[in-house]
């Protein structure tokens, strides 16, 4: 028994204290003080989430003394195959009268009551999940692999058709000749600079190395839009390149995760141009075409990007079969991250995986902008980018959303396997973002939205109504974001200071960190392109990028697995969250208001001589604005 929860007089206990695997057995045990009248029925009723009660199980009297009466049931999910959270309380009948035991929302302890109050909760995993154990608290580093680092020693390959730009010119970001945004930018940046630059990860405090895909794609820099997912890029590398970069990654204690896109491919891909251009094509299965030559592309928007039909078990065998596209690249990397993860059928998401694991300890990570079924997470999924964790950091650090945080972080916590919590992914920013520094810059910012970075969402200035709808100006934004790139300098030093406390805010979180490159030297910038410029080496802000550092050698010494959090105190204006696991404990102050924080620690931090303690703008007594202090017991 591992789960206690109690008041004086009633006792509740719990076999498996936040999961259990779908095979395994729930046992309760209840005491109940003798006192209470005649108990005449006591039932434990278990329900999934906005559903009626889908278990009613009986509780046994196992023990009878004068003071109390013990009861006892037992739980079995495999008859629902169901991996989700089931919530739980007891039902009784006290001298005729029904009651129900729940838990108090002031004390978390059991009390008898006719209202409402939250219910304990289980959550049900899959049977012998099981993640690497290096993918847990590291420091993930995501490189966009073109912006990135381009060697010396190696030549650009010249393609024809490609436009080739000098490192550090401002993307792209108009119409080209034929009136289409386009992604035909490329500054070279490659595999080999990645290994040039491991020194540099290294003593960041990078431990694992997340790249964007590498996948040869002939005009689309970013590569999300495979021409052949079989070779890579030859602006970006060989296998060999990989190769070296792998072992030399792995010789320093890091490890490589490759991003990679099954949902779409280049409409320039040969697999497509054949299935789209004969009717008879062994591949005219593996897309979605009808009789007029119709096709599916990606969000209905995206043309040249055509939607691959994930039942056909040819693109199956392609993408996880022997030899597949995964078993070649498992040779080179440690992991996959999956583009567009909550668009994978579940089945492909558990075939990518199974091949991954026969092709060693491989972490496969998805991307998911909302919450992932728990049925995905240790069959299809590992773990997931943690999106809405990174909203409400940013909206707290914005705009004090205090409860939201809060709420936030407790049901993602209450929602994941504890080995997805353990290896989700905490960024502040990443392609598909806004550049946090831009973001906490306020320069434009709008709250009452979802999600904080989408600057660009109906109803703004760049909609207008139609008689056809409601358009968006496309342009217009391009337009704004490129005249509005550039910070000013008070605009800059504000944001690095939020920067720096959202981070340490994030760290409070399970899971990996993980950094976007260049913003641990203030990189700046609104959407697609301008978040994807060219890293700045000659120029970056020294002093922002060993704050970094010295705040993720700090943050390793806290052993993030199987963390309890706990908010111990939150208001607009302060956050006061403590981690709390087996090993150890880390308590974070946050002071996003205009004044000065005394602070105020529990007296197991004040008592401790051994701790270690970070504290950015402030001392261990006082925050000064946008300040903050971590300390590790």
Known sequence: MT???CDSEILVTISHEREIEIDEELQINLRLPNN??????????????????CIIKGMNKTKEENDF???????????????????????????????????????????ITNGESPYWRILVIQENFSVPEWSK??????????????????????????????WGEMP???????????????????IKGIEEKLDYLKKLGVDVIYISPINFSKFRYERYAATDHM????????FDDLDSLHKK?????????????????????????????NKNSRYRNWFFIDEWENYEYWYGVFKDMPVFNQFCKEYQKYVYGENGVIEKYSKYVDGFRLDLAESLQPFFLEGIRTRARKCGSLLVLGEAWEKVKCEILGKGLDCITNYPYANAVLKYIAYGEAEYLKWETLNII??????????MLNALDTHDTVRALTLLSMKCVRSGYDRIWEIDKDPSIWHIQTNEGRDFLTDEFRKFEYENDKLSYEEYRLAVKRLKIAFMLMGTMPGNLCIYYGTEKGMYGFKDPFNRKCMDWENGDEELEEFFSRYLHFWKKFEGSKVDIKFLYYDSNVIIVEATNASNSMITIVNRGYEAYEIKLPEKYLKSTKKAVFVENGTEKILQNLGAISIIL
């Not at 070779?231 to 970006?236: E, K, L, N, R, T």
């Open 3 to 5: 789960k206690n929860t």
């Open 249 to 277: 990654a792995n010789a320093m204690g890091m490890h490589i995760i490759l991003d990679i896109a099954f949902n779409h491919c280049n409409s320039d891909n040969p697999i497509f141009q054949d299935a789209i251009s």
């Open 69 to 111: 009466i013990e009861y006892e049931t037992k739980v079995s999910f495999l008859p629902f195959n169901r991996y989700e959270n089931y919530f739980f309380f007891f039902r009784l009948k006290i001298d005729g009268q029904e009651k129900c035991i729940k838990i108090s929302r002031q004390t978390g302890k059991p009390f």
């Open 137 to 166: 608290n590291a420091v993930f580093y995501q490189i966009f692999v073109d912006r990135f680092y381009k060697s010396p020693n190696v030549k650009c390959a010249n393609i024809k058709g490609r436009n080739y730009r000098n």
């Open 36 to 53: 209470l009248g005649n108990v005449q029925e006591l039932l434990a009723v278990f329900n999934r989430q906005n559903e009626n009660p």
């Open 414 to 423: 209450e929602s994941y396997p504890q080995n997805t919590l353990d290896t």
């Open 172 to 190: 792209d970001w108009y119409r080209n000749q034929f009136g289409d945004f386009h992604n035909n930018d490329f500054f070279c940046g490659n």
């Open 231 to 238: 070779q890579i890029d030859p602006d970006v590398g060989t």
